[in-house]
C-alpha cells in the first residue's frame, strides 16, 4: 500500500467547490488526495509546461484554466480517458478563459465542468469536432455548468472539424446522470451563447432529471440548435424571463428519455424563437411570450401543450402533427394560439382503449384567439371511447377555414361532434370546411344540459360541407336540448352549407329540431366521383384542397331545378370512404417543409407520404 500524499492548501473559493464534487470511484480512491493543477500560460493540453504542476493533469485531478488562458486538447488526443474509464475529477474555467478541444480529441470527466464567468470578464468553451464526455457514477449527476452573470457570458460553441461532430454526451455505460445547467440565482445569472451547430447531444438527462436547464434570468446570447441530434436525452427546459433568441433548425430529437414534454419553452418579451424544419420525437410545451416566435416545416411526434399564460405565436406554418397513443389525456394538440397554416394532424388511438375522450385537438386557453387554415385532421379510434373531435373551449374566437377534418376509422369511430363548442364567451366559425364524422355524432355540438353557453356563439358556419355515413344521423345541436333556452347559431351566420346523409339539418334549442336555413340536404352515401374528377374547377390549384364553397354553389345552382340536375348527373361509384377520399384530396398537397416531403416513416402507414404528394 503507497504512502498517502500530502494535503495541497487550498484557497476558500476552490476548496468551496471542491466540497460539492464526487470523485470518480477507484481502487485506492480513499486513500488519493485530488490535486489542484492550474494552467500556467497558454498551450496545449499535453505539454507540461502549460501546467504549474509542471506535469500533464491525471486522473483524480481539479484542473483550472486560470483567467486569460487558452488551452487546446490537440486533434486526436483522449484526455483521461483511457482503461478503466479513469478521469479527472472536475474542471473549471475562470473568467476569460477559454478551452478548445480540436477534432477527434476529448476530455472525459468524473466530476463537474464549472464555466465561472465574473461581471467583467467571459469564458468560452469551443468543441471543434471534440467530444465531451462525463462518466457519472450511480445515483450521481453531473453538469455542465454555465453560471454566469447579467453582464458578461458563458460561451459554448460547437462547430464541424475535419469533417467530425463534435458532441457531449455521456460515457457508454456510466450509471449516473448528466445535464447542462444554467441555474437562475435570485436572477443574478443569464445564459451566454450555446451554439451546437453540427453536434451531438447524447445520453443527457433521463426520465426525473431535465437534460438541458436554463432557468435564467436572460438567455442572453441565445441558444442554436442546427442540423443538431439529440439522442436518449431527457426534457430541455427553457425559461427565458426577460427574453432572448433560440433557434432549431434542422435538428433531430431521438429516443427520448421520457415521455414528458421533450421541449419546455418559455420566452421572453421581443425576441425571436425559430424551430424550423425540425423531427421532435417527444412532447412540446410552450409558454410565456412567443409572439415573435416561428414553428414551421417541423414534424412533432408527441402531444403539444400551450399554458394559460402563452401569447398567441407569430407563425404556424407547414407543421406535421403525428402523435400514436403516447400521451394520457384530453389534448394532443392544445391551446396554441395563433394562426396555424398547413397543418396535417394524424393521430392513432387504437392502442387507447379504456381511456376516456383522448381528443385530438382542444383549444382553451383564455380568451386568445386561435385560426386554423387549411388544415387536415386525420384520426383512428379504440374501442370504448370517442375520438378525433376538433373543439374548441375558450373564451377566445376560433376560426376553421378550409379544414378537413376526416372520419374516424377503428373499433369504435367518433360517437360525439366532429366540432364541439364548449361554453366561453368566444365564438366559433368556420369557413369553406368539410366535416365527416363516422357513426351518430353531431356534425357541430354544443354545450349539454349542465353548461351554459352565451347566445349567438357559433357565430357562422360558411360555404361548408358535412358528410355523415350514418344516413339520417347528423344534426346541429347539443345533448340535452329541452333544457337550452338560448339559440347558440348567431342569426344569419349560417350560410351556403351542403349535407350528405344527413336526415335533418337542424338546430336543436328548447326541445324542438328547428331547420336551418343556408343548408341544402343531399341524401347520399357515395363519393359525387364524376364532380369531382371531370371538373377541375374543384380543386384549389394553390394546396389542391377542395374548394367548398364552388362545390356549394354547383349543387345549390340558383334554383331548385339546376339543383336536382347536379345531382342527377352525379355518379356513385365509388363509396365515399378514407381510402377513396383521402388520395384524391391530398393529391398535390405538399406542405412546404421539404423533410415532410421526402419523409419515408412506416409508423405513419405511408401517410406522411400521402400528405406529401407521395401518394
Not at 189 to 198: K, S, V
Not at 502 to 519: C, D, E, P, S
Amino acid at each position: 500500500m503507497s504512502p498517502a500524499r500530502a494535503p495541497v492548501r487550498l484557497s476558500p473559493p476552490i476548496a468551496r467547490i471542491l466540497s460539492v464534487i464526487v470523485a470518480a470511484a477507484s481502487a485506492g480512491a480513499a486513500e488519493t488526495v485530488a490535486t489542484v493543477c492550474a494552467s500556467a500560460t497558454s498551450g496545449e493540453w499535453t505539454a507540461a509546461a502549460t501546467w504549474t504542476t509542471h506535469a500533464i493533469p491525471k486522473p483524480g485531478d481539479v484542473v483550472t484554466i486560470a483567467s486569460g488562458h487558452t488551452v487546446t486538447i490537440p486533434a486526436g488526443v483522449r484526455v483521461a480517458a483511457g482503461p478503466g474509464r479513469t478521469a479527472i475529477d472536475a474542471l473549471i474555467l475562470k473568467p476569460q478563459a477559454k478551452l478548445v478541444i480540436a477534432s477527434g480529441a476529448m476530455l472525459m470527466l468524473s466530476g463537474n465542468l464549472v464555466v465561472d464567468a465574473d461581471a467583467t470578464n467571459s469564458i468560452e468553451l469551443d468543441l471543434q469536432g471534440g467530444t465531451l464526455a462525463f462518466d457519472p457514477p450511480l445515483g450521481q449527476t453531473y453538469a455542465l455548468k454555465l453560471g454566469v452573470t447579467e453582464t458578461q457570458s458563458a460561451d459554448v460553441r460547437m462547430r464541424l472539424a475535419d469533417h467530425r461532430r463534435p458532441s457531449i454526451q455521456k460515457v457508454a455505460g456510466a450509471a449516473g446522470t448528466v445535464q447542462i445547467l444554467a441555474p437562475d440565482t435570485g436572477h443574478v445569472y443569464a445564459l451566454g451563447l450555446f451554439d451546437a451547430e453540427d453536434a451531438d447531444l447524447e445520453g443527457l438527462g433521463s426520465s426525473t432529471v431535465d437534460a438541458f436547464t436554463a432557468d435564467t434570468r436572460e438567455i442572453g446570447g441565445g441558444i442554436s440548435l442546427v442540423r443538431t441530434h439529440i439522442s436518449g436525452c431527457g426534457r430541455f427546459y427553457l425559461f427565458d424571463r426577460s427574453g432572448g433568441l433560440m433557434r432549431c433548425v434542422d435538428t433531430t430529437f431521438i429516443a427520448s428519455a421520457g415521455d414528458t414534454s421533450l421541449w419546455t419553452l418559455r420566452g421572453g418579451p421581443g425576441k425571436e424563437v425559430v424551430i424550423e424544419r425540425c423531427d421532435l420525437s417527444g412532447g412540446l410545451f410552450l409558454g410565456g411570450d412567443l409572439s415573435e416566435a416561428r414553428v414551421e416545416d417541423s414534424i412533432f411526434r408527441g402531444a403539444i401543450n400551450g399554458h394559460a399564460d402563452m401569447k398567441p405565436v407569430k407563425r404556424w406554418r407547414g407543421n406535421l402533427f403525428y402523435q400514436r397513443a403516447a400521451v394520457t389525456g384530453p389534448g394532443m394538440y392544445n391551446a396554441l394560439p395563433g394562426t396555424h397554416e398547413d397543418l396535417y394532424c394524424f393521430a392513432d388511438f387504437t392502442d387507447k382503449a379504456g381511456e376516456g375522450n383522448p381528443h385530438f385537438f382542444t383549444y382553451a386557453i383564455a380568451d386568445k384567439p386561435i385560426t386554423m387554415s387549411h388544415c387536415v385532421f386525420d384520426y383512428r379510434g379504440a374501442p370504448g371511447i370517442d375520438t378525433g373531435d376538433v373543439i374548441d373551449t375558450g373564451a377566445g374566437d376560433a376560426v376553421l377555414d378550409r379544414v378537413l377534418v376526416l372520419k374516424c376509422v377503428g373499433d369504435r369511430p367518433v360517437a360525439a361532434g366532429a366540432i364541439w363548442k364548449f361554453p366561453g364567451p368566444g365564438h366559433l366559425s368556420l369557413r369553406h370546411c368539410t366535416i365527416y364524422t363516422a357513426g351518430s355524432g353531431s356534425g357541430v355540438h354544443y354545450p349539454h344540459s349542465t353548461e351554459a353557453g352565451a347566445a349567438g356563439m357559433i357565430s357562422g358556419i360558411t360555404g361548408s360541407i358535412f358528410w355523415a355515413d350514418v344516413p339520417d344521423s347528423l344534426a346541429f345541436g347539443c345533448d340535452a336540448p329541452e333544457t337550452v333556452a338560448v339559440d347558440y347559431l348567431a342569426p344569419g351566420g349560417f350560410a351556403d352549407n351542403v349535407g350528405f346523409g344527413l336526415a335533418k339539418h337542424t338546430n336543436n334549442v328548447a326541445g324542438a329540431a328547428t331547420a336551418i336555413t343556408g343548408m341544402s340536404q343531399v341524401r347520399l352515401s357515395k363519393l359525387p366521383q364524376a364532380m369531382l374528377d371531370a371538373d377541375p374547377s374543384f380543386a384549389d390549384p394553390t394546396r389542391n384542397l377542395l374548394t367548398w364553397g364552388r362545390v356549394v354553389r354547383l349543387l345549390k345552382g340558383s334554383d331548385d331545378a339546376v339543383l336536382d340536375a347536379a345531382i342527377a348527373a352525379i355518379s356513385n361509384d365509388r363509396t365515399l370512404t378514407r381510402t377513396s377520399l383521402i388520395p384524391w384530396v391530398m393529391e398535390g398537397f405538399v406542405p412546404r417543409n421539404r423533410a415532410l416531403h421526402a419523409a419515408k416513416d412506416a409508423q405513419v402507414d405511408g401517410w406522411i407520404g400521402a400528405v406529401s404528394g407521395g401518394k
